[in-house]
């Protein structure tokens, strides 16, 4: 595939990490053997461990003293970023290619709810997943004075949206939308990420 084709090309020349987003879970029509898109990436996991890809926790070792955690961590959207519901109008019916070409094992979103085509409970799996796959190990094995980073695919919180001009700001200001696409802004939040992302992140603080 080109998916192996480019994770082996890279590792020829530099140690590789990698962390799936919302395209990685779409299903083709090359994949009718795959039952759903949690299956897909579950594959994709295998593809990258099979070409030393670090999808895992990774210890890093730097000028002799200093060690640091990679955490590489999963999870969706759930609608938590909304910042504008009046220019979400319409979002069931909004062309977003992973509500036609992700198959999940999880109920889709009620239909009298602002987020009806979203599944419920998606992000809350994938958090119990970084957990017992990522933070657990990590958990076990780090020293008091290791620094960590994690990386992830999806905002954990509205300051991390490309039109939060202002991240010290805790509400949106309507005069940030200046360049005229104000509605796909907003939809777009919805499907941004989630902010029980950024509680999961908090909590490795304490």
């Given at each position: 595939?080109?998916?192996?084709?480019?994770?082996?090309?890279?590792?020829?020349?530099?140690?590789?990490?990698?962390?799936?987003?919302?395209?990685?879970?779409?299903?083709?029509?090359?994949?009718?053997?795959?039952?759903?898109?949690?299956?897909?990436?579950?594959?994709?996991?295998?593809?990258?461990?099979d070409?030393?890809?670090?999808v895992?926790?990774?210890?890093?070792?730097?000028?002799?003293?200093?060690?640091?955690?990679?955490?590489?961590?999963?999870?969706?959207?759930?609608?938590?970023?909304?910042?504008?519901?009046?220019?979400?109008?319409?979002?069931?019916?909004?062309?977003?290619?992973?509500?036609?070409?992700?198959?999940?094992?999880f109920?889709?979103?009620?239909?009298?709810?602002?987020?009806?085509?979203?599944p419920?409970?998606l992000?809350?799996?994938?958090?119990?997943?970084?957990?017992?796959?990522?933070?657990?190990?990590?958990?076990?094995?780090?020293?008091?004075?290791?620094?960590?980073?994690?990386?992830?695919?999806?905002?954990?919180?509205?300051?991390?949206?490309?039109?939060?001009?202002?991240?010290?700001?805790?509400?949106?200001?309507?005069?940030?939308?200046?360049?005229?696409?104000?509605?796909?802004?907003?939809?777009?939040?919805?499907?941004?990420?989630?902010?029980?992302?950024?509680?999961?992140?908090?909590?490795?603080?304490?």
């Amino acid at each position: 595939s080109t998916f192996a084709e480019s994770l082996r090309i890279l590792r020829r020349y530099a140690q590789v990490f990698f962390v799936p987003g919302n395209h990685e879970a779409w299903l083709s029509p090359r994949d009718d053997k795959i039952t759903s898109s949690l299956e897909k990436l579950d594959r994709i996991y295998k593809l990258c461990r099979d070409y030393g890809v670090y999808v895992d926790p990774v210890y890093i070792e730097y000028k002799k003293k200093n060690h640091l955690w990679i955490l590489p961590l999963e999870s969706w959207y759930d609608g938590s970023l909304t910042f504008n519901e009046r220019l979400c109008e319409g979002f069931e019916h909004w062309p977003w290619v992973d509500f036609a070409r992700c198959k999940w094992p999880f109920p889709i979103g009620d239909t009298q709810s602002r987020n009806p085509r979203i599944p419920i409970g998606l992000v809350e799996y994938f958090l119990k997943r970084n957990e017992a796959e990522i933070l657990e190990p990590w958990l076990r094995d780090r020293e008091s004075n290791d620094a960590v980073m994690t990386v992830s695919h999806f905002a954990p919180n509205q300051q991390c949206l490309p039109d939060w001009k202002d991240v010290n700001s805790n509400t949106f200001r309507d005069e940030w939308l200046d360049h005229g696409a104000g509605t796909m802004s907003a939809k777009f939040a919805k499907v941004a990420g989630s902010t029980l992302l950024d509680r999961q992140l908090r909590s490795l603080s304490t």
